[in-house]
Nanobody, 127 residues
Framework: VQLQASGGGLAQAGGSLSVSCAASGLTFSIYIMGWFRQAPGKEREFIATIDRSGGSTDYADSVKGRFTISRDNAENTVCLQMNSLKPEDTASYYC?????????????????????WGQGTQVTVSS
């Protein structure tokens, strides 16, 4: 299984960025997907999750209303659109897969619930 994250980069506060994750080696459509982030000196933090069909999502309070998670099961990709960025959003962002699952609508918000992890992609927000 491979989860290949891309995107991110540098943005100014108030700006937008997106990160994507391409999955291979698994039946993508039966996995719950999630995004986490980790800033230097801090613990890994849950950001967003999406159920296997894309119909249910959940977000951390810190990003609710600013970030949007989406998935394309035909392309085996999951994306995180980040708007109204803040300097505190600066971190390495990781995609993860949990499953397989037969439960429609199920999401996961804890890192221990995820089986597979991609490498991080850096997001830096300047003030």
């Amino acid at each position: 299984v491979q989860l290949q994250a891309s995107g991110g980069g540098l943005a100014q506060a108030g700006g937008s960025l997106s990160v994507s994750c391409a999955a291979s080696g698994l039946t993508f459509s039966i996995y719950i997907m999630g995004w986490f982030r980790q800033a230097p000196g801090k613990e890994r933090e849950f950001i967003a999750t999406i159920d296997r069909s894309g119909g249910s999502t959940d977000y951390a309070d810190s990003v609710k209303g600013r970030f949007t998670i989406s998935r394309d099961n035909a392309e085996n990709t999951v994306c995180l659109q980040m708007n109204s960025l803040k300097p505190e959003d600066t971190a390495s962002y990781y995609c993860a897969a949990a499953g397989p699952t037969t439960r429609r609508g199920a999401t996961r918000t804890h890192d221990y619930q995820y089986n597979y992890w991609g490498q991080g992609t850096q997001v830096t927000v300047s003030s």
